[in-house]
């Protein structure tokens, strides 16, 4: 079931010069998200797919059109702005963690509390609530690099969650698992999203992985072919 | 605001955190910096300790006399009817009789033998009177006797026994064609003065072939730092070509000797700051690029580009301090205390110790941090600035 319009594209562009040359990656992007969607997108390299997630993420901004989030208009906020909305808005999972090394698995996952109001006993609530989810309870303590990889994607997952964002961004999370591993965190991904309500917007080159989304869009050389899947 | 600030504590521990896997590069970068640390404080160390020592010499209480343009004692000749005219002249202060206090003193050098190298140095000798000892207040006999005067006898400075061979108690010592014998060793707290040979004023006269001649002559003022009486007395009288100055003016000009030594020592420490600085800068860009998909993703979180700038220059301030820290301890423990001897004003050697002191520590480590502050602050600045889309890229 998805609900309201959480995303909104209106006339996305997005290009840079290269020397001289200026190369265009979107010309004209309209796209929306519901809330409670599963989005996976999919594309050939150079596609614009990753463009499309920062842009989707707010860590990168269009050269034209107009980016909605619930309702206001994101792609103008200053840089400081941004920092806060995607602290109060997104979850990110990355293809291959981004996991702070120097600290053990429950910091790593307290880190998006800090940049809330709440107490360090809040936080720890939290944090074990999130580590629980993903089924890390037990090793709470342990530093990230004494983890499997899937193990570590699951801390990811977890950091992600753990502020209640709305929307939750992943980029190939699953291109540094094998086929067990990738499995179990898309099933992850699934229960979050249809238990959770969590909207999901995933970045993949695996067609098994986007068999978990709710619907997948093919982006060729900055355009999309929408594909319904079987939820 | 609280966020903004325990955003940063976060980054600034986990970058100090992360200091292992930069260990070597960290450590070469804080012990650069701990060597001009304590290269610096050397330099200011010895000065310091030069400059106690001869001002530690003078008071306010005494002039002291020498011949127009002389600038030092050995350079200076007075004849006995000038000290006879001068010693007439207000402001002095007088002893029961209605004398006026003064020691009309010799000042000659002879040779010693320099313990640390085993060269041969000048070293002074003073020949002095009672009064001459009378006005030094912190003069004290710490073994054997007074010199007799009439006789080839010198009591020792404290400082020139322990740098100088020879001169243990008891000891002859051959100056020219004359033997002497030392008969005392005197303390003066660790003033210029202990690096003296003192005899009787008289018979270095007859030894040193002077006639009846001085260098200086010591008056105890009636009032501490007037020398009005004494100027206006040289001013009235054309035969009087004089200068005078208080004990305290007359060594802290001396002192200044050492004034090229501190400012050389200021241009090597910048100079090899500049090299401390590239090494901070090198090592605090690598932390930056070694870090910077972690600084990318703490940003796509949300953490403010401030936490990064100042994650990064606390990281640099941290090695530098610690760099500081290393070098006050190093200059602390090899430079505070070690006495040495030195060419002073009167081309004669001067031992002094090196004395460090709480400002010249807190130089060294304010010296440290402006090189942590520089070091790091173009990295911060590019930490800052770093695109969040660099979360996205490459492996971990």
């Not at chain 1, 920062?54 to 980016?67: A, C, H, M, R, S």
């Not at chain 2, 030594?261 to 090198?282: C, E, H, T």
């Not at chain 2, 606390?314 to 090695?319: H, K």
């Amino acid at each position: 079931m998805t609900g309201g319009k959480l995303y909104d594209l209106r006339g996305v562009s997005k290009s840079f010069t290269k020397g001289k040359e200026k190369i265009t990656i979107f010309n004209d992007l309209n796209m929306s998200i519901s809330e409670g969607d599963f989005l996976a997108i999919m594309g050939p390299s150079g596609s614009g797919k990753t463009t499309l997630l920062n842009l989707l993420g707010g860590v990168d901004k269009p050269t034209g059109g107009e980016i909605w989030f619930d309702d206001s208009r994101v792609d103008n906020l200053s840089e400081s702005q941004l920092a806060k909305w995607r602290a109060n808005n997104i979850g990110f999972i990355f293809q291959f963690y981004n996991l702070m090394p120097m600290l053990n698995a429950e910091r790593n996952v307290e880190l998006p509390l800090l940049l809330t109001k709440l107490s360090a006993k809040e936080r720890k609530k939290n944090v074990a609530a999130a580590m629980e989810l993903v089924g890390l309870s037990d090793r709470a303590k342990h530093m990230t690099s004494e983890m499997s990889g899937g193990q570590q994607q699951r801390v990811a997952i977890a950091r992600a969650i753990v502020s209640d964002p709305k929307l939750i961004l992943c980029d190939e999370p699953t291109g540094d698992l094998d086929r067990k591993t990738a499995d179990e965190i898309l099933s992850m991904l699934q229960l979050l999203n249809r238990e959770f309500g969590k909207t999901i917007v995933m970045v993949t080159h695996d067609p098994s992985a986007a068999n978990y989304a709710k619907r997948v869009l093919h982006l060729d050389k900055g355009e999309f072919v929408e594909k319904d899947l079987v939820a | 605001m609280t966020s903004i600030f325990s955003q940063i504590i976060t980054v600034v521990m986990m970058n100090i955190r992360s200091l292992p896997r930069r260990f070597w590069m960290s450590l070469a970068a804080t012990l650069a910096i701990a060597v001009v640390v304590a290269v610096l404080l050397s330099f200011l160390s010895m000065s310091n300790g030069f400059r106690k020592t001869l001002e530690g010499a003078g008071t306010e209480d005494t002039a002291i006399i020498t011949r127009s343009g002389s600038k030092s004692e050995l350079n200076s000749v007075l004849s006995n009817d000038v000290v006879n005219i001068i010693t007439t002249a207000p402001g002095i202060a007088k002893d029961a009789n209605d004398r006026p206090i003064y020691s009309a003193e010799l000042y000659v050098v002879v040779d010693g033998i320099k313990r640390t190298t085993n060269t041969k140095v000048n070293i002074p000798m003073r020949g002095i009177s009672q009064t001459g000892f009378d006005l030094r207040k912190n003069v004290k006999i710490t073994e054997g006797r007074m010199f007799e005067p009439g006789k080839n006898e010198i009591i020792a400075g404290a400082s020139i026994q322990r740098e100088f061979s020879g001169f243990e108690l008891g000891n002859r010592v051959k100056f020219g064609k004359t033997t002497w014998t030392v008969v005392g060793i005197f303390s003066t707290g660790g003033s210029a003065f202990e690096s003296e040979l003192w005899a009787d004023a008289r018979v270095l006269q007859s030894q040193f072939r002077r006639g009846n001649s001085f260098q200086t002559v010591r008056v105890l003022l009636s009032e501490p730092g007037n020398i009005d009486g004494l100027l206006k007395a040289v001013e009235d009288d054309p035969r009087l070509m004089l200068d005078i100055q208080t004990e305290a003016d007359f060594f802290k000009e001396q002192g200044e000797a050492l004034g090229g030594m501190v400012k050389l020592g200021w241009i090597l420490s910048i100079v090899m700051s500049l090299g401390a600085l590239a090494g901070a800068l090198n090592t605090m860009y690598i932390s930056v690029t070694e870090r910077e998909q972690e600084i990318a993703t703490l940003r796509a979180i949300g953490f403010s580009n401030i936490s990064a700038f100042f994650g990064t220059l606390v990281e640099s301030l941290v090695l530098s301090l610690l760099g500081g820290i290393i070098g006050t301890v190093a200059a602390y423990l090899f430079m505070d205390g070690l006495t040495t001897s030195t060419l002073g004003g009167n081309f004669t050697q001067v031992a002094f110790t090196f004395e460090m002191s709480s400002d010249l520590l807190m130089n060294g480590i304010i010296l440290a941090l402006i090189i942590g502050l520089v070091g790091g602050f173009f990295p911060a600045w590019r930490a800052a600035r770093l695109p969040v889309v660099l979360a996205f890229r490459g492996g971990a």
